[in-house]
Structures are given as C-alpha cells and as structure tokens.
C-alpha cells in the first residue's frame, strides 16, 4: 500500500484530483469507481473546475458508484443519484447513460444486482476505485461480517452506520436500513484503489484496517490484499 500523507482535506482533495486527471488523461475511456460520502466532495469539485477549464475531459469515461440506498430515487435529496448528479455529472461533459448506479426503485432488487454486476463486467474492469472509509471500517456498504468474496448485493446497515449517516437525513428513522452495495469481492477487482481518509475520529479504524489483521469484521482490511492501493490521508500512521 502506498501511503501518501498530507496535512489538510484540502491537500487530500488535491493529490486524488491529481492522481485521477493522470488517469483520465492517460487513457480517455477510463472507467472510474465512484464513492459518496463527505470524503469526495472537495475531489469533484475540483474535477469540475479542472473540466471547465479544458485541463480533464470526461467524454468517453465511464463511472459506477458503490452504493445505493434502496428506496431512493434520483429526486430524492438523500439518494446516491442525486449526490453524484449534484456534485460532479451534470457539471462535466460526461455522457449520463455512462454512470451506472445501483438502481434503489428497481422492483427485482436480487436482478438489479445481477443487472449492475454484469454492466461492470461489460464495461472491463474498473481502473481506478475510490474508497471511503466508515468509522465501523466499511467499504461501500459493506458491513463488518460481509463476505471477503461478495459481488453487488442487497444488505442491511449496521445501526452505527445509519446514526453515521443521520446527519444527512431530517432524522435518524428517515435513514433507509436497506441498500445496494458492490461486494467486496467486485472491489477488489478494480486495478488500482484510491483510498480517502481525513479526519482524526477514522485513525484508530484506519490504524486498525491497514495494520491489523486482515479479518471480515473491518472489511477495509482486505485491502492489505490488494497489489495497487494508494491511501491519502491526514492522519499520521
Ligand atoms: C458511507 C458510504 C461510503 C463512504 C463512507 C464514509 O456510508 N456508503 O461509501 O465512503 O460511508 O463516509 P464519509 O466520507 O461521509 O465519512
């Protein structure tokens, strides 16, 4: 794991941004991993500046997000859509129909899975995953206990992640308990992760994912595995 320590949000931002215009302008079809989150946000603002003044084109780049809530749409404040939409695509050139989504409203919810699975198969392989980090260690919404070997699933948040996530929603019940995560294993696949982590109250988790024992209950831990990870963080390790 490369580790690249710096001192700010800010700086964290920057370095991803930089890492992910590299990319980008390396292979214009780049197909880009997706996280939400508070982590990314300052990252896609600075993707949208880069896109407006010419530096970064996403024309041809495909993206797929890690999650969903189920129950969501894409009107919906609260929903994964409306963040990604908000925040980064309709303030790019990329095309909509290459953002790919876990569908929340989809009637067959186990078909959406499979649906999603087989649009990351088509599409290659992701070349570069953004990862977040939840302070019980999840990864997407990949819970403590989820299967190192998963593929996109249906799964319940843990009630640590809901009250992590309240913030966002009018109150705590307002949080849906269900969702669509890629599984570990989809992860894992990706050809290089970026993994984003700021702030003091995540250093004892990242301590713990990337130091520790590679065990299911921290599920970032699986990274350790992985032969291309790069960490940015303003924690000193
Ligand atoms: C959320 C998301 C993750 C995200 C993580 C950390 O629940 N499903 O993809 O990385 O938790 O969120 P934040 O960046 O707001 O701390």
């Known amino acids: 794991m490369q580790i ?32 939400t989150g508070s982590t990314p946000e300052k990252l896609y603002d600075i993707l949208v500046e880069r896109n407006i003044r010419k530096e970064i084109s996403f ?6 997000n890690l999650d969903e809530y189920v129950g969501l749409g894409e009107n919906d404040l609260n929903s994964y859509r409306y963040y990604m939409n908000e925040k980064l695509f309709h303030k ?11 569908n929340g409203l989809a009637t067959s919810l186990d078909k959406e899975c499979e649906r999603y699975e087989q649009e ?38 843990d009630q640590s992640t809901i009250e992590a996530n309240a913030r966002f929603f ?14 570990i294993g989809t992860i894992m696949k990706a050809k290089q992760i970026l993994l984003l982590v700021q702030g003091e109250k995540k250093a004892e988790i990242l301590k713990k994912a990337i130091e520790g024992e590679v065990t299911e209950h921290i599920p970032a831990s699986i990274l350790q595995r992985h032969s291309n990870v790069t960490l940015i963080t303003d924690i000193s390790i």
């Open 4 to 35: 690249v320590k710096v001192n700010n949000y800010e700086e964290m931002s920057e370095k991803a941004a930089d890492l992910v215009t590299g990319l980008i302008n390396q292979s214009k079809k780049s197909v880009l991993g997706l996280a």
């Open 120 to 157: 990351i198969q088509k599409a290659g392989t992701i070349d570069l995953q953004l990862l977040g980090l939840g302070l019980n260690g999840h990864i997407g919404f990949n819970e403590p206990g989820s299967s190192f070997n998963s593929r996109t699933h249906v799964t319940q948040l």
């Open 92 to 102: 790019v050139d990329i095309e909509m129909e290459n953002t790919y989504i876990p």
């Open 170 to 183: 009018k109150t705590p019940e307002d949080v849906p308990t269900k969702v669509i995560t890629m599984g």
């Open 59 to 64: 024309q041809q780049v495909k993206t797929f």
